[in-house]
């Protein structure tokens, strides 16, 4: 791990946590009868958007991706509009059988017409897993599938949930995870967060983690993802806070006279049940009667992915020796966040574009 160290906390460097899965995306890459093809679309004439095509190029290159970029709209001609023909050129990538894998540069249009589009994108190409279909096995925790029921037009409950390790059983290949939320829970992994001598599933159990921002595309998959993980987490939005977990929220001492839950006596077997079982298969969401100071102080680690340059978080407010993770475009921690936190990571950027690769390369 690449790191800085001055009497504070270490400054971490995410390129070097990219690092560690770049061999694991060449071996998987290695094993294909050809190069993959990757088809990028570029719509838009935003900065952010075409400097991440140039980085998505160069990392391509470097591992033998070919790698095309479609410009569509404003990126290809200053007389067009934003997002102009980014529909069309999705549908004739899906339709061109070279094509492994494609990915759109967003925001194009925001919110739900952004939405449509991520939802045009073929389950079978789709690297970025922004399609319904990843993120509902994403929610209720089923890790791998059978590639046939990409084909049903509803989510299927057939798919299979839990194995013993991370490997796929036969038969069946890894569920997509988004980039981004996947990049944080690799660098979590690599920092320690994740206790490798716990169960698969289960190895962020113990960890009470915030993060902040519960949109649709980093901030609940990622809270979902690490609750699934067997984390206790603060999902943390403008407007309320949520505790995700998979533990049973009215679990009760077995000698305990108070209702296991809501109207059940502590004697019925529904209130057994309730003792009886460890987790339930996937996180379950709460509400949270806590302040976001109160929920910072209790936090092992802070994630925060707001899009707002004057968003702070308040380095007293969190608790010492923390891990603090930036995933937004502008830091959201204040610039004494070591003075706190033991580790923080100000970027995931590089990690998150080599997770697109490797959905990439495990695709068959």
């Known amino acids: 791990m690449s790191s800085e160290y001055t009497g504070k906390g270490l400054l971490v460097k995410g390129e070097t946590i990219g690092d560690t899965f770049r061999d694991e995306v060449k071996s ?106 990843f ?7 089923i890790r791998f599938i059978e ?8 989510p299927t409950q057939g798919s299979l949930a839990h194995t013993s390790n ?33 169960p698969y599933g289960d190895r962020a159990y113990g960890r009470t983690i915030a993060v902040i921002n519960r949109s649709e595309v980093v901030g609940r998959p990622l809270a979902a993802l690490l609750a699934n993980d067997g984390a206790h987490v603060f999902s943390i939005d403008i407007d309320s806070i949520q505790e995700y977990t998979k533990r049973p929220h009215a679990l009760k001492p077995e000698n305990s006279t108070e209702p296991a839950s809501s109207g059940e006596p502590s004697g019925s ?54 891990i603090c993770v930036n995933v937004a475009a502008d830091k959201n921690f204040e610039k004494d966040v070591r003075e706190k936190a033991s580790m923080y990571l100000p970027a995931v950027g590089k990690v998150t574009i080599l997770m697109l690769l490797r959905n990439l390369s495990i695709r068959k």
Not at 93 to 113: H, K, L, W
Not at 147 to 154: E, N
């Open 28 to 133: 998987s890459l290695a094993q294909r009868p050809r190069p993959p093809r990757l088809v990028g679309i570029l719509g838009t004439s935003s900065s952010p958007s075409k400097f991440y095509a140039e980085f998505t190029k160069k990392q391509c290159d470097s591992l033998g991706v070919d790698f095309v970029l479609k410009l569509t709209g404003a990126a290809d001609n200053v007389e067009f509009g934003e997002g102009e023909g980014v529909e069309e050129a999705i549908i004739e990538a899906n339709e061109d059988r070279d094509v492994d894998g494609i990915m759109v540069y967003y925001p194009i249009y925001g919110g739900q017409q952004d939405h449509y589009l991520q939802q045009i994108v073929s389950p079978f190409k789709d690297v970025e897993g922004l399609h319904f279909k």
């Open 135 to 141: 993120h509902y096995n994403l929610y209720h925790n």
């Open 147 to 154: 590639p046939q029921s990409l084909l049903s037009p509803v």
């Open 166 to 198: 991370d490997q796929p059983p036969p038969g069946t290949a890894k569920s997509i995870i988004p980039c981004t939320p996947l990049a944080v829970v690799k660098c979590l992994e690599n920092l320690g967060v994740y206790n490798k001598l716990l």
């Open 269 to 322: 077997i529904a209130a057994g049940a309730v003792k009886a079982r460890r987790f339930h298969p996937r996180h379950i969401a709460h509400p949270s009667t806590l302040t976001l100071q109160q929920c910072l102080a209790i936090s092992d680690v802070v994630v925060s992915a707001v899009p707002n340059a004057n968003y702070k978080v308040k380095t007293e407010w969190l608790k010492d020796g923390c």
